[in-house]
């Protein structure tokens, strides 16, 4: 399917747990993005990747970690899962400067 | 540090008049704004964008206004449909950053 899928789409975890989230796009797209979305506070960059190994931070980026070895591949990892990172995590890719296409989300809950 | 503010969190029309949605930015090298809708369960979907080198861009019923002197820029729908009920983000773009507001939840009644 062509576009940008994320998975999984809930994930219930433990606090200390490692949980990685998945993207992937089939666009080609050279820039990807993670958000989070929190009650109040909209959409906050986590990280982005301009390309495949070029990844920098975003507005909230304590806690996560990224990579990107393939284009169409932007995992996120929570090393040391907490409760604070419980949110819903969008994924998006785009050309540079243009609008950005978003995955469906991951409803991540840590207990 | 809220960069991009939305300061109304909801909005309700009655169908066929015109929804406003405001956005105020603080960050004066924000360059190109942009707007996206999001439905419940789903993503935000990109619905319109601005260069600042324009005051207004129309897509349709749709059509951004920006005032860069008073950093403001809003979303005018005209005329409102039930459809158009969701949570729409502003969101301002510089070469090596992108912030969102909060979003304004906009309800068409029928």
């Known amino acids: 399917d062509a576009g940008i899928t994320q998975s999984p789409r809930y994930k219930i975890t433990e606090t200390g747990r490692q949980v990685t989230l998945m993207c992937h796009q089939t666009?080609?797209?050279?820039?990807m993005f993670w958000y989070r979305q929190d009650l109040g506070h909209g959409l906050r960059l986590i990280y982005y990747s301009a390309a495949a190994d070029i990844t920098d931070k975003g507005e909230v980026p304590d806690g996560y970690v990224v990579s990107r070895s393939k284009t169409e591949n932007f995992p996120l990892t929570l090393e040391s899962a907490t409760r604070s990172q419980t949110s819903v995590y969008f994924c998006a890719s785009s050309e540079p400067r243009l609008e950005q296409y978003f995955g469906p989300g991951t409803r991540l809950t840590v207990t | 540090d809220q960069q991009v503010k939305q300061n109304s969190p909801s909005l309700s029309v009655q169908e066929g008049r015109i929804s406003i949605l405001n956005c105020d930015y603080t960050?004066?090298?924000?360059?190109?704004f942009l707007w996206y809708k999001k439905y419940p369960a789903e993503g935000p979907t990109f619905l319109i964008s601005?260069?600042?080198?324009?005051d207004k861009n129309e897509d349709g019923r749709f059509t951004v206004f920006l005032n860069k002197s008073a950093k403001h820029l809003s979303l005018h729908i005209v005329p409102s449909q039930p459809g158009d009920s969701a949570v729409y983000f502003c969101?301002?773009?510089?070469?090596?950053?992108?912030?969102f507001g909060a979003g304004t939840r906009l309800t068409v009644k029928p």
């Open positions: 960050n004066s090298m924000f360059d190109y």
């Open positions: 601005i260069s600042s080198i324009k």
């Open positions: 666009w080609s797209h050279s820039y």
């Open positions: 969101a301002a773009q510089e070469p090596n950053d992108m912030r």
